[in-house]
């Protein structure tokens, strides 16, 4: 049995007291979480997907920000953002500058500042906070101009993934300060995913513990957001000791318990513990909807567990409840991952039969086992036929196939495919693809990708970063592969250890050879 009396401790302790969580005082909350009163909030219910990670709630608060230029329909109008915009980038420039002199330039431009541009270049650089920041304050002071809410969330957003805590909330205090302040539920929750994905458990609850000093209402709602928070970063643990630890004041509810359900299950990946929670709600007398079905299915098919699959499957159908199309695409995943493609089929005809259409998932959930098992010919028969349906390809499909692409040739083909279905690739595909073609030592075409990234309007993120640096240093490129490694430290995105380790050898010992050179030259002149 889990045991939660140390976590109730320990988190009673760190609700307490409030010395450290930000620079200002008007922060610090007057009571513990746990006596915390509460107004009950009627919302609707949302389930975070077990898909997402830790830094892809960036997605999230960026969702709108890289469609800018596409939404502004004015032709002239658009035209002027896009050189805006192009101009601001190019003197922002490289990772690495000399930033006071981009703020000297930035100050001698006559881009027209508009939110839209101030939206358009955060999205941009947000794997850079020295650049985010530093444009951010310049468009600031610019006249006929102010910062809204979504432009001080892009920042602080970008702020808490590079951890630069300190920054973040002082520009929370500065919404604050403003006639009429601008400090909502969303802006703390941004700080609380950012101390989620640092694993700082500690300031996340402080921050939630926060709502009150902002005159905002911590709900329910707010309380799930906390603990999806939590558990989408892998902190389950602790989530699940909060979420009992105040069951007086926010209620075990069916939705509080498949947010912990879907944490053991879908983010840490334990059948084990996702077991125990479904028998606790159980116990508790929790009733349980579609989403937990949803759940622990998915986990046993990730796991390879299909009669669990099954057996959970037929309970479903028993107790009554009605399985959703998430509920018959992951019995499908798990079906065709054990080479039960009959049975897949089989599956997806029940699903037309009780008026449920197969989705761009449905498909996905079998392409992607085929392709992982190098049936690559069973899986475009799959895509054809989406085709046919008029179902358009997802990312992740096209993701499928380049990973069971076996040369630069066929790699190249799925992405000509991709990109006449008008796919837009995000930076898990370059850096998937980057780390393809390195690997096979097609360089030219890894440089385009590079390049384009940026056209995209993508910036380079870790991912690329690792994936880039790890190709050229794997092909022996070890001066290009230095380069890149500075460049990414220098945005504050942190290298592969061991690569790192090995990079700064090289160095230290080019450096030692290229001082015993010039000794030696020395010595020779002198005699």
């Not at 109730?8 to 969580?21: A, C, G, M, P, Q």
């Not at 890289?66 to 990772?95: A, Q, Y």
């Not at 939630?208 to 643990?237: T, W, Y």
């Not at 690559?376 to 989406?386: G, I, N, R, V």
Request: net charge positive.
């Amino acid at each position: 049995m889990y045991k939660y009396k140390n976590i109730h401790r320990s988190l009673s302790l760190l609700s307490r007291t409030y010395e450290t969580i930000v620079p200002f005082q008007h922060v610090n909350p007057s009571k513990p979480m746990f006596n915390h009163p509460i107004k009950p909030v009627n919302s609707p219910l949302f389930f975070c997907s077990s898909t997402l990670g830790p830094y892809e709630h960036d997605e999230i608060e960026f969702r709108n920000c890289s469609e800018t230029l596409g939404l502004v329909k004015d032709s002239v109008e658009k035209c002027e953002l896009e050189r805006g915009v192009g101009l601001i980038m190019n003197i922002i420039g490289p990772p690495g500058r000399d930033y006071a002199a981009v703020r000297n330039n930035l100050e001698q431009c006559n881009a027209s500042v508009s939110p839209e541009l101030v939206t358009e270049v955060l999205s941009r650089v947000r794997n850079d906070w020295k650049a985010a920041f530093t444009f951010f304050r310049w468009a600031g002071k610019q006249p006929s101009y102010m910062h809204s809410i979504r432009q001080y969330h892009c920042v602080i957003a970008i702020l808490g993934k590079m951890r630069r805590f300190n920054a973040a909330w002082a520009l929370v205090n500065e919404m604050n300060k403003s006639e009429k302040s601008m400090v909502s539920q969303q802006t703390l929750l941004i700080m609380i995913r950012k101390y989620s994905a640092v694993h700082d458990v500690d300031k996340a609850v402080k921050t939630f513990n926060a709502f009150n000093r902002f005159n905002l209402q911590a709900g329910v709602h707010e309380f799930h957001d906390l603990l999806i928070a939590l558990c989408r970063c892998k902190n389950v643990k602790e989530a699940e000791g909060l979420m009992k630890g105040n069951k007086d004041v926010y209620p075990l509810t069916t939705k509080s318990f498949n947010i912990i359900l879907n944490g053991w299950c879908n983010v840490v990946c334990s059948p084990r513990e996702g077991r125990r929670i479904w028998w606790e709600m159980c116990n508790e007398k929790i009733p349980r909807d579609v989403i937990s079905y949803s759940t622990i299915i998915t986990c046993y098919s990730k796991c390879n567990e299909t009669k669990e699959v099954i057996k959970i499957f037929n309970e479903l159908k028993a107790s009554g409840v009605n399985p959703d199309i998430r509920i018959y695409n992951g019995v499908i995943h798990a079906f065709s991952k054990s080479e039960l493609e009959k049975d897949a089929r089989e599956l997806m005809s029940e699903m037309k039969e009780n008026g449920i259409h197969p989705n761009a998932i449905t498909y996905n959930s079998m392409i992607m086992p085929l392709c992982k098992k190098g049936k690559t010919s069973d899986a475009y028969k799959l895509f054809d036929e989406m085709l046919q349906r008029k179902l358009v390809p997802t990312v992740q499909t096209y993701q499928a196939f380049f990973r069971a692409s076996r040369t630069s040739k066929e790699a190249l083909s799925i992405l000509q495919k991709m990109d006449e279905m008008g796919c837009c690739m995000d930076h898990d595909t370059y850096a998937l693809l980057i780390r393809k073609l390195c690997r096979w030592g097609k360089f030219e075409e890894v440089w385009k990708l590079w390049n384009e990234m940026i056209s995209s309007g993508l910036d380079h993120d870790r991912s690329s970063y690792v994936a880039l640096v790890n190709g050229l240093f794997l092909n022996g490129k070890l001066e290009e592969a230095y380069k890149y490694h500075v460049e990414m430290k220098s945005k504050g995105l942190l290298p592969e250890p061991v690569i790192e380790e090995t990079l700064q050898a090289w160095m230290a010992a080019k450096q030692t050879t290229e001082r015993s050179m010039v000794d030696s030259k020395t010595k020779c002149s002198d005699a």
